[in-house]
């Protein structure tokens, strides 16, 4: 039996909403997680691993939504770039988490939802009220606010500004990566927009390790998130190997539910939820690895996170969604 939903059966906001909140505490999970790990193996021996389990978790749901012949597309450069973009955007993020905390890089990264609204002006040539671009201002002086570029930074490669820039480069990726999912999302599955991208992941990753798997580069760097991406790879121990499981595990599951919560309701209604990832972060980074923010940065999340709350609810009075159209997803990257 397939699970092959009909259009009535996928308008469901509850559903929507309650896979979004078990997806970004899976992603809060995830991300803890990778960053326990940052300090003994590379970063895409995670990420390959983390894939080749998650894949076999989405090929058992991709045969339950209707087979192998879901994987065809009319648009595969837009999934090529989709790939691109949601690999780049993982390995940008992750090599901040190595080094900045992981409530700070979480905040900062949630400046995705403002890129997306600048870019569907040109992109999609949509139009974005003074609230909006208001808003927009907002959450980008929240990031130079986190940034305290008027602070003496601390000595040292690793905390340079050029690393504290990495999770805002990241969410930029991942805002150009949702441009391009509303355009697929209406017609391909959660279950394969969810394969393509593990399968960009493997091979991402196998191209990391036959370059430089071996750990041949990583002495050339001083920086810790450059070392993490250069690594050479190590047999895990078993209670780490464990953790890589549970990595694949959350990943598959994450990437399906978010794609498919975002074909369940509208986004106005959905993409607010995503911000339950923010205390998710600061709990984990306390918890895990002592770490507090700091003033500034409670106040740069709160212009962050209150300015994309104002571009959601604006984009909500602003329209109704039409029949059979749903937004992308802000949520896909992890």
């Known amino acids: ?154 000595a040292g490669a690793e905390a340079s500004r050029l690393v504290l820039l990495l999770p805002v480069i990241s969410a930029l990726l991942y805002a150009l990566l949702q441009v391009l999912t509303r355009k697929l999302g209406v017609t391909t599955r959660a279950s394969a927009l969810a394969v393509h991208l593990q399968l960009m992941f493997l091979v991402v990753s196998a191209g990391f390790y036959l370059v430089a798997g071996d750990g041949r580069y990583m002495d050339a760097f001083e920086s810790e998130a450059a070392r993490f991406l250069l690594r050479p790879w190590v047999l895990p121990s078993a209670s780490d190997a464990l953790v890589f499981l549970t990595l694949g595990c959350i990943s598959g599951f994450v990437g399906y539910a978010l794609s498919a919560s975002y074909r369940m309701a509208d986004a106005a209604v959905i993409a607010p939820f995503e911000y339950v990832g923010l205390p998710l972060a600061i709990f984990w980074g306390w918890a895990m690895f002592g770490e507090w923010p700091v003033p500034a940065t409670w106040i740069g999340c709160a212009l962050i996170v209150g300015a994309g709350l104002v571009v959601f609810l604006r984009e909500r009075a602003r329209a109704r969604p039409q029949p059979g159209r749903r937004r992308g997803s802000t949520a896909v990257r992890r």
């Open 1 to 154: 039996m397939t699970l092959a939903a009909s259009p009535t059966s996928l308008h469901r906001p509850g559903l929507g909403i309650a896979l979004i909140c078990a997806g970004v505490a899976g992603i809060s999970i995830n991300d803890m997680l990778i960053k326990l790990l940052s300090g003994g193996y590379p970063l895409h021996q995670i990420v390959a691993t983390r894939a080749a389990v998650g894949l076999c978790i989405i090929l058992v749901m991709l045969k339950l939504e209707g087979g192998w012949k879901l994987l065809r597309s009319d648009t595969p450069l837009l999934h090529l770039a989709r790939g691109v973009l949601v690999v780049l955007a993982n390995m940008s993020f992750y090599a901040s988490v190595a080094i900045i905390p992981l409530g700070q890089a979480t905040a900062l990264f949630f400046v995705a939802p403002l890129f997306i609204t600048l870019l569907s002006v040109p992109i999609l040539g949509e139009k974005v009220g003074p609230w909006r671009l208001g808003a927009v201002f907002v959450g980008f002086l929240g990031v130079v606010v986190m940034q305290q570029p008027w602070a003496e930074a601390p």
